[in-house]
């Protein structure tokens, strides 16, 4: 095993092994001290309700934690754009000793007056959770005067990791499904969870969707609206990606409101078609099903030339990836395999047992899988493994680059849609360009050392 893994963590990563029984511990606090690559509790609600774009966000706390989280996501709108401003109650140390509800009453009655949002979130941060202000109170106070929905976002950071931070973003939200007029929702219609429309890939898969015959109510969140997600409710089903971040809601959804839903993925050709083939399938539509073949054949004809293209180029070359959720990793290891290539370490932040499980499945044997790793780590399994790219966030690149190692950013910063059927040729594009860069002639790749 390597020795830049601390003692404390060797059980939090494994090798794959045909035959073997596989084991991995996950689903834990990160190691004091060893630098995890995760981000708080604040920081995932953050991520999870950024683009609901009609909305206004006010970050109750220190500045820090609205600058750390400002304009976190590349997310696009097609309308308003509130949820790019980032509000803060800029606590200082006299709040601290007196407590800060007065100053949150009074920025929320100012902001919801200057902007008129249609609803607003109010997250709770690390000093909120230590002094203890009565979020819910006067979120309560504040909803009756101005009479919009204000919503406390219960993520005080140092309560848990980025993934409670989903869970309380999801519960801020369920609040709001259930209170709009769903009559004029059709039956053949679903809600889109889990995509934050980043470089506008919300809108490539809703038109996807629109082709093979279905309606979409709400966009969660991504180029999300307010009242969309109030009339969330009167969808027939829930169609969920990136399932760490909603689950939780389409749990809630199911239980309180009784819609089924579905887990998907739009990352590669085969996780995108399979997701057009799963909706229509719910459905038990002859016609939509006839649809979202035809739409998968037409949309394979345009891209799959110049996937076999550099499918060529890049043949054998060997990949590795860190993400958030380890169910995108699940994509990711399919799209490499489609063009020829390796994947030899795969690990992600906040990756369940059995994601871990099926991650094993599908790498080839002495993969590496890592849950919850540090800079160190990941540094050593790319040098060992003698990687040609390195697919992450903004955290991975600099890694990366600094052991002279392609890199393809695949996190929520990102510009480039790499969603759908298009998205699959942007990313070969990607990987392709940062592989075959001739800059890694003057960056020789540094070497595994034998320690
Ligand atoms: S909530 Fe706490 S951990 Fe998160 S950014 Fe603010 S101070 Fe840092």
Redesign the pocket.
Known sequence: MSTAILQERQDQMCRTESGSKFSIVCDKESLAGAISQR?????GSRVVLYPIADALHL?H??I??AV??WDIRGALSSGPELHRLSFSTDLQERDVIFGGEKKLYAALMELIERHQPKAAFV?????VGIIGDDLKAVCKRVALKKGIPVLPVQ????KGNKRDGYRAACEAMFNLVGTGDTSAIPAKSINILGDFNLAGEIWMIRELYNRIGINVVANITGDGRVADICRAHGASLNVVQCSGATMHLARMMENEYGIPNLRVSYFGVEDMAESLYSVAEFFKDKEVMARARQVVKDELEKIYPQLMAYKKALNGKKAAIYVGGAFKAFSLVKAFRLLGMEVVMVGSQTGTEEEYKELQEITAPGTIIVDDSNPLELSSFLKEKEVDIFVGGVKERPIAYKLGVGFCDHNHERKEALAGFSGMLNFAKEVYSSVMSPVWKFMPRMEAQND
């Open positions: 981000a708080c509790v604040f920081c970050v706390g220190p820090g934690c750390y989280t997250y709770s941060t690390c000093i993520s005080e950071g140092f």
